[in-house]
Nanobody, 120 residues
Framework: QVQLVESGGGLVQPGGSLRLSCAASGSIFSINAMGWYRQAPGKERELVAAITSGGSTNYADSVKGRFTIARDNAKNTVYLQMNSLKPEDTAVYYC??????????????WGQGTLVTVSS
């Protein structure tokens, strides 16, 4: 089995910063892409940022210039540095791994989510 464990969420004031981390475990051989999604109350889950094993990145327009995704392939860990946070960034943030090869597992995986609240 593959597990994604997120950390780093919390309460922050507008204009502040947070760093999310997501570590994948479970005898992992390779992961194609890793990313972050978010879901705000009453809204659909949306892609925030993604990064391939080769380092190519993709960002939602709403976070470009404020958020940075990074990945440590050796540790099977992905990070999301969030700066200049706005109240509209408030959501549960989910880690996602695409194209996971681990033991007998082949597929995608999701973390349990971590809450980010931006409020004064």
């Amino acid at each position: 089995q593959v597990q994604l464990v997120e950390s780093g969420g919390g309460l922050v004031q507008p204009g502040g910063s947070l760093r999310l981390s997501c570590a994948a475990s479970g005898s992992i051989f390779s992961i194609n892409a890793m990313g972050w999604y978010r879901q705000a109350p009453g809204k659909e889950r949306e892609l925030v940022a993604a990064i391939t094993s080769g380092g190519s990145t993709n960002y939602a327009d709403s976070v470009k210039g404020r958020f940075t995704i990074a990945r440590d392939n050796a540790k099977n860990t992905v990070y999301l540095q969030m700066n200049s946070l706005k109240p509209e960034d408030t959501a549960v943030y989910y880690c996602n791994a695409v194209g996971v090869a681990a033991g007998g597992f082949r597929g995608d995986a999701w973390g349990q989510g971590t809450l980010v609240t931006v409020s004064s």
